[in-house]
């Protein structure tokens, strides 16, 4: 992943191969991953956000998770998991 805003503040010379600014190479999340293993892998990255590639051998960007929306959508699970068990509509 390349964070633009550190391409742009990138004092070189305009020669840096596009793969040196490159953050979070070995880290990414595949749409079939769970959510407690998809944490994991965000907080081992010390990441906020990591790509969604279609698998581990087709690494084709499909999107992009940031950890907010992951525990946001967590919550609301949850909540309606609640809801679902006390009869709340």
């Known amino acids: 992943m390349l964070i633009v805003a550190e391409?742009?503040?990138?004092?070189?010379?305009?020669?840096t191969p596009v793969l040196a600014p490159a953050k979070f190479r070995h880290a990414?999340?595949?749409?079939?991953?769970?959510?407690q293993s998809t944490a994991e892998t965000i907080q081992r990255?010390?990441?906020?956000?990591?790509?969604?590639?279609?698998?581990?051998d087709n690494r084709?960007?499909?999107?992009?998770?940031?950890?907010?929306?992951?525990?946001r959508r967590y919550a609301e699970e949850l909540d309606k998991a609640r809801r679902d068990l006390s009869g709340e509509d």
Do not use: R
């Open 60 to 71: 084709a960007v499909v999107g992009l998770l940031t950890e907010g929306h992951l525990i």
């Open 7 to 15: 391409l742009h503040s990138d004092p070189s010379d305009g020669e």
């Open 45 to 56: 990255a010390v990441a906020e956000e990591l790509e969604v590639v279609k698998n581990f």
């Open 28 to 35: 990414v999340l595949v749409p079939t991953m769970n959510v």
